[in-house]
């Protein structure tokens, strides 16, 4: 069965400081693979895809980048992290059309 | 541009009672898919049902199911027999068919069973 890993689970970052938060999929080959970002009370916002390695599409413009080294590891990077940077962030796995599946999400507070 | 609006922040029902969720969407494409998650306080994202477009039929999953009405692209969410293990964010999205096919979200309603 397809399993999805998400780390970690919290996160307390200073402004201006590095990111690196990792995902990777087990059970499942060439997955289309999602970075979102969920502020509090509020929906999802995609900030990337991917439909293989090193196809990233970015879309919103920020702080944020993303990179797929592997066919099933999904990374979310930044250089230097902003106060609004802060939200939960969620990776998510799907083999189209079906639907996408969740990690657990990392919450991030940039402070 | 696809999107997904869902009009009620918040709803509550009472134990053992029906409540309907609406969502509506908005979208040129004839091939599309369209699913309920649910998103309990753990924050874990759980599929609750998807509905196909091109299936006429209302999708069921136990006690949940939808009224699908894709001529005024209404999506609606019905649970019935309504249990305190309900008690969740649930968001509507969308994907279109084919491609990478991302899944745009509507902004949650917020669902309370008192008991």
């Known amino acids: 069965s397809q399993t999805i890993h998400q780390w970690p689970a919290t996160l307390v970052q200073p402004v201006g400081s590095p990111l690196s938060l990792e995902c990777t999929v087990e059970?499942?080959?060439?997955?289309?693979l999602y970075w979102y970002r969920q502020a509090a009370g509020r929906g999802l916002q995609l900030l990337f895809y991917?439909?293989?390695?090193?196809?990233i599409s970015s879309e919103v413009p920020q702080n944020l980048s993303a990179s797929r080294p592997q066919d099933r590891q999904f990374i979310l990077s930044s250089k230097k992290l902003l106060l609004s940077d802060s939200g939960f962030y969620l990776c998510a796995w799907s083999v189209p059309p079906n639907e996408a599946f969740f990690g657990q999400g990392t919450r991030l507070t940039v402070v | 541009a696809q999107t997904v609006t869902q009009s009620q922040p918040e709803m509550s029902v009472q134990e053992a009672e029906t409540v309907t969720l609406s969502c509506t969407y908005d979208t040129s494409e004839s091939d599309y898919y369209l699913f309920w998650y649910k998103q309990p306080p753990s924050r874990q994202m759980i599929l609750v049902i998807r509905q196909e477009a091109y299936k006429q039929q209302n999708a069921t999953e136990n006690r949940f199911s939808v009224n699908f009405q894709k001529a005024a692209k209404s999506f609606s969410l019905k649970i019935s027999d309504s249990q305190l293990g309900d008690a969740a964010m649930y968001f509507c999205a969308y994907r279109r068919g084919g491609g990478a096919n991302n899944l745009f979200f509507g902004t949650g309603t917020r669902l309370t069973v008192i008991p």
């Open positions: 059970g499942t080959s060439n997955p289309n």
């Open positions: 991917s439909i293989g390695i090193d196809q």
